[in-house]
């Protein structure tokens, strides 16, 4: 398939779950724009050289989202949340961060997420995705299972806040002496990690969690450390399906970002965001990750039907 279908046919496969909602993101529909500082510390700067991570205040624009593809689901209910960040750089261009609330991805190449997320597309008579099928998919692909169970097993977020972010790609990054290292990226809330249950959740207004957000900003910045989370010498860095264990891998922290407000000016009166996982910068290069990779094109297919 060209890269042009398959990108088309991931956007597909989204819309056949979550609806087609003219004018929002095919996945991640629901979400705020912020505006905020990251400054780096110099432990990052020894393994890479990205203009970023050498220390100098850098501008972001900080997107909080849920991962649901439909903008009028409740907050409350069981989702991935999303944290993107774009970077602005001295010399005028940008690098992104994005970032999940899961610590692995479900689908190991972008032909198993559509295989998978075909297979999730409601019945439209009882609302409900043929069982037989999702289980077939599951017991043909064991890898999916970690990151089902970090979504099953995560309770509703009490705020954007407070939710800890991994990129789930790994990448290369390349040190002014040209040394590599392969690292994911992870966001550590700085208030803490904090959840609810399901009921109290669902008691709450449906756009809970941007309520919650404006107040809290009301009262001060909210602030996530960046840290590094290095390779070990035998992690598969192309596959995103595995988690790394928590406590096992040498951490490196970065430098902290510091969300000041809501951005007034961002996606208003024709601007248009996008936050790509693969555009990097001098200093940090791509994995062969194929679903790292088939993003970016999904990405495109997704912002052209949502402006147009
Ligand atoms: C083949 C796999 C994937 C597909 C097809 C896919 C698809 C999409 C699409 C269509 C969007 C909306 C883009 C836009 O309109 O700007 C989106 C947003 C997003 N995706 Fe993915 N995605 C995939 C994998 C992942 C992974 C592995 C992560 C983990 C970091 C992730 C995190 C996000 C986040 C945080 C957003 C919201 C970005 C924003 O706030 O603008 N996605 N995704």
């Not at 800890?164 to 290292?181: D, F, K, M, P, W």
Request: aromatic residues 8%; glycine residues 10%; contains cysteine.
């Amino acid at each position: 398939m060209s890269p042009v279908g398959l990108s088309e046919d991931l956007v597909d496969a989204i819309n056949g779950v979550s609806g087609v909602h003219r004018g929002f993101r095919a996945a991640h529909a629901k979400g705020v724009v912020c505006e905020g500082t990251f400054t780096a510390r110099p432990e990052g700067a020894g393994l890479t050289r990205a203009a970023h991570l050498q220390g100098e205040p850098v501008r972001t624009t900080v997107r909080f989202s849920n991962g649901n593809g439909d903008p009028g689901a409740h907050d409350g209910s069981r989702d991935g949340r999303g944290m993107a960040v774009k970077f602005y750089l001295p010399d005028g261009s940008r690098t992104d961060i994005v970032s999940l609330t899961l610590p692995c991805f479900f689908a190991r190449t972008p032909e198993d997420f559509l295989e998978f997320t075909r297979a999730r597309k409601p019945d439209p008579e009882t609302g409900q995705p043929d069982m037989q099928r999702v289980g077939a998919y599951l017991g043909a692909h064991p890898e999916a299972q970690a990151a089902i169970q970090a979504a099953l097993s995560t309770p509703p977020a009490a705020s954007w806040a407070q939710c800890t972010y991994n990129s789930i790609h790994a990448y290369a990054l390349v040190n002014a002496a040209g040394e590599r290292r392969f690292v994911r990226y992870r966001w550590l809330p700085e208030a803490g990690e904090a959840a609810l249950d399901d009921e109290e959740a669902r008691g709450l207004q449906a756009d809970y969690l941007r309520e919650e957000l404006e107040r809290r900003l009301g009262r001060g910045p909210v602030a996530f450390e960046l840290r590094l989370r290095l390779a070990a010498e035998d992690d598969d860095v192309d596959d995103p399906t595995v988690p790394w264990p928590e406590g096992e891998r040498d951490e490196v922290s970065a430098g902290r970002l510091e969300v000041t407000g809501f951005d007034q000016t961002r996606e208003r009166g024709g601007d248009v965001l996008v936050f790509d996982p693969s555009r990097v910068t001098d200093g940090i290069e791509l994995s062969d990750d194929p679903i790292l990779h088939a993003r970016a094109g999904a990405y495109s297919v997704s912002v052209a039907r949502r402006t147009s």
